[in-house]
């Protein structure tokens, strides 16, 4: 396991349950950016494209009343648990997020997310809504030494999967496998030699665990 905390754990636990043994390696750590409270004058609405974005921009502010758009159902799960009660969730890609949000017209639009952000909402959107994006969080690389024992890795982003393909070395998935939840998380894993890439079928944590399978049985 691959993503950051408190997700790692979340699909550990999910894995335990299906007989895998999960060994969870973070390769990406969540550093808030520390700024003021954020202003919410002529904002109409929020949108998040993670969990990371809900958690640190909750800590920013009371504010719980402006409608929030988010990416998919783990990130709108996030925002309910955070006190946001206006919550629509694309259940998607970024692509699909930009869709929703474009289709809702809600107004002048406040995006708080990373730094360095995987995906880039603002092309997507093609003006359709004013946008005002507010980095909140950093995802820095722990550079943690990877397991020596282990037979797959999940990858949950392409930052994830460029530090796991790093920490590896080429030839470091020789005879093991990764499983990625996008294309693009796909594409930085070869580096490292894999003996087999699977995608997703969407960008979810349950398409991931599907895309892995069932533990191999006993020998």
Known sequence: MTRTEPGASRTAARLATRGFEPLIAPVLAVRPIVQPAPDLTDIAALAFTSPNGVAVFADLTPARDLPVFVVGDATAERARQAGF????????????????????????LLIPGAREPAGDINALLNGAVETVILPVYEATETRAKPPEAFDAVLAHSPRAAQAVARALGREGGRGRLAVAISAAAAAPLAAAGFAEIRTAGEPTDAAVLLALGNPAPPV
């Open 85 to 108: 009660t206006d919550v629509t969730s694309a259940s998607g890609a970024l692509s699909d997020l930009a869709w929703l949000i474009a289709g809702a017209a809600p107004g002048r």
